[in-house]
């Protein structure tokens, strides 16, 4: 038996990505170049040549192990099994599973997600009774598929956890509301299109919950100012963070 703590061995071993080798990084589009902002000869930090390539997208091979490993098939690979058992045309709904650093994710084409979560919710074997978070992530270089909707569920007759993620682009950021399957998404969801600007459709009442309701923008994006410019807001203007304050 190992003598490691349980959160040792999942960080050694249930990071089952592939490996790609450099040819292949090569392929892959540029995301951004150099580091700490410089775009001059003033760059003294050697970093100015540096090329950042956009991640491709991976899919874990089986086994899929469980949180405390993958060596063999386990907690993750039941799971697995059993939504493919209990979903039809599971091929055509999970685009691809994840399984990283002890937590596993199921890629789902968004206009099946609330089958695939209702699934995940009503099936014996599965019974993820909880959604316990609504999330977003901005990927500007991700074309087409900018902005991720991440739903966190919890099964606790199984004690189990795992993720569903969907995506959906700028230029159409629609995405099914699961309000209907688990009602706890309701508030996530007004948060998560508050701070990134996916609108949840079928949402019972998807207004801001976080930013007063004629804020323009979404302030989580990656795209948002981060500062450094001044804010108009309700006919006041609010400086930059380098002006409100002098150290002189």
């Known amino acids: 038996m190992s003598s490691q703590h349980p959160e040792q061995r999942a960080e050694q071993a249930a990071d089952q990505l592939p490996a790609h080798s450099e040819e ?19 760059d003294t930090s050697g970093y100015g040549g540096l090329v950042v390539r956009q ?36 091929g055509d709904a999970i685009e691809r599973v994840v399984v990283d650093r002890g937590e596993m ?6 206009e099946r997600l609330a089958e695939v979560a209702r699934t995940m919710r009503d099936e014996p074997s599965l019974r993820f009774e909880l959604c316990s978070g609504v999330s977003g992530v901005h990927y500007p270089q991700d074309t087409g598929a900018e902005l991720h909707s991440v739903v966190h569920l919890l099964s606790i007759t199984h004690n189990r956890r ?18 209907p399957v688990y009602p706890t998404a309701d508030w996530h969801e007004r948060e998560t ?11 019972p009442a ?20 981060l500062g450094g ?14 002006e409100r304050r002098s150290y002189v």
């Open 229 to 242: 410019i001044p804010v108009e807001y309700r006919g006041a203007e609010i400086p930059p963070p380098d």
């Open 55 to 90: 991640s491709p997208k991976v899919s874990t091979p089986r086994p899929y192990g469980g949180p405390e490993g993958a060596v063999e098939a386990g907690e993750f690979d039941e799971i697995a099994d059993e939504l493919e058992r209990a979903l039809p045309d599971f």
């Open 162 to 179: 795992v993720r569903l993620e969907t995506t959906c682009p700028d230029a159409d950021p629609h995405v099914p509301s699961l309000v």
């Open 193 to 203: 299109y508050d701070f990134f600007g996916i609108v949840y459709d079928g949402h």
């Open 24 to 42: 292949e990084r090569k392929e892959q589009p540029v995301a951004r170049t150099g580091m700490f902002g410089a775009k001059t000869t003033g």
């Open 206 to 225: 998807l207004t801001r919950i976080e930013m007063p309701d004629d804020w323009v923008g979404h302030p989580q994006r990656k795209d948002y100012p």
């Open 105 to 110: 994710t199921f890629f789902v084409k968004r």
